[in-house]
C-alpha cells in the first residue's frame, strides 16, 4: 500500500522567503509527526497532530513556523522569513496513534524534504 | 528534562562481526523505546520495547530492554555491508512528542 509521501522532495530557497512542505500520511493513520533532521543530528520533535486534539505545537523552534493538518490528512508545515539555519531534513511520521484507547507508537517515516536556504 | 543518548556515535567493523549499539534515556512516564534504521533518508522501524528484560529478535538483529538501567542495547550478529546505516533510538514522553538520540552511524566493511 502507499507509504508517507512528502513534497517537494528538495526545496532551495533564499533567505528571508516563506516555504510549505507537504505530507501525505498513511490512510488510515490518526497520528501525524513532523521532525527536522539538520546534518549529523538525530531528529529533532517539532509537531504532534492526534486525530481532532489541538496539535502538540512544543516543539517547533520559532513562531516562525506553523503547521497545519486539514481533514485529519494532509499537513503542511510554513516555514515564514526563512533563515540559514532552517536548512535540514523535514521528515513527517505517520503512525495508527491513539486508537480504541491503545495508542500505537510504530511511526511510518515519508522519504522527507531537503530544505537548503541559501 | 527528557533526553536519550546513544552510544558509540560511530562504529566501523568488518563483515561478520557482531555489534552492540547502547541507547540509554531519561524520560517522564515511560512507556516504550524503539529502534530505528536510517539508511538514506527515512527511518525504518526496528523493534518496539516495552517490558524489562523480553528479547525482540529480527534475523539477526535482537533487542532488549532494561528498565531499571533506563536503557536498551541492539545487538547485529554476522554483520553484512548492508547493515550500514544509522541506527536511531526513540522514546515517546507522555504526550507522544518523540525523542530521538542522535543515533550510532555503523559503517561495516567488506
Known amino acids: 500500500g502507499a507509504g508517507v509521501s512528502q513534497s517537494p522532495s528538495n526545496k532551495v530557497t533564499e533567505k528571508g522567503k516563506d516555504v510549505e512542505l507537504r505530507c501525505d500520511p498513511i490512510s488510515g493513520h490518526t497520528a501525524l509527526y513532523w521532525y527536522r533532521q539538520s546534518l549529523g543530528q538525530g531528529l529533532e520533535f517539532l509537531i504532534y497532530?492526534?486525530?481532532?486534539?489541538?496539535?502538540?505545537k512544543s516543539g517547533l523552534p520559532s513562531d516562525r513556523f506553523s503547521a497545519e493538518r486539514t481533514g485529519g490528512s494532509v499537513s503542511t508545515l510554513t516555514i515564514q522569513r526563512t533563515q540559514q539555519e532552517d536548512s535540514a531534513v523535514y521528515l513527517c511520521a505517520s503512525s495508527l496513534g491513539l486508537a480504541g484507547g491503545h495508542i500505537t507508537y510504530e511511526q511510518y517515516f515519508g522519504p522527507g524534504t531537503r530544505l537548503t536556504v541559501t | 528534562e527528557d533526553k536519550v543518548v546513544q552510544s558509540p556515535l560511530s562504529l566501523v567493523v568488518h563483515e561478520g562481526d557482531t555489534v552492540t549499539l547502547n541507547c540509554s534515556y531519561e524520560v517522564t512516564n515511560f512507556r516504550s523505546l524503539l529502534w530505528y534504521k536510517q539508511e538514506k533518508k527515512a527511518p525504518t522501524f526496528l523493534f518496539m520495547l516495552t517490558s524489562s528484560g523480553i528479547e525482540k529478535k529480527s534475523g539477526r538483529l535482537s533487542s532488549i530492554l532494561d528498565k531499571k538501567e533506563l536503557s536498551s542495547i541492539l545487538n547485529i550478529t554476522a554483520t553484512q555491508t548492508g547493515d550500514s546505516a544509522i541506527y536511531l533510538c526513540?522514546?515517546?514522553?507522555?504526550?507522544?512528542?518523540?525523542?530521538f538520540g542522535t543515533g550510532t552511524s555503523l559503517t561495516v566493511i567488506p
Open positions: 526513540a522514546v515517546p514522553n507522555t504526550g507522544n512528542q518523540f525523542y
Open positions: 497532530f492526534q486525530g481532532n486534539s489541538a496539535p502538540d
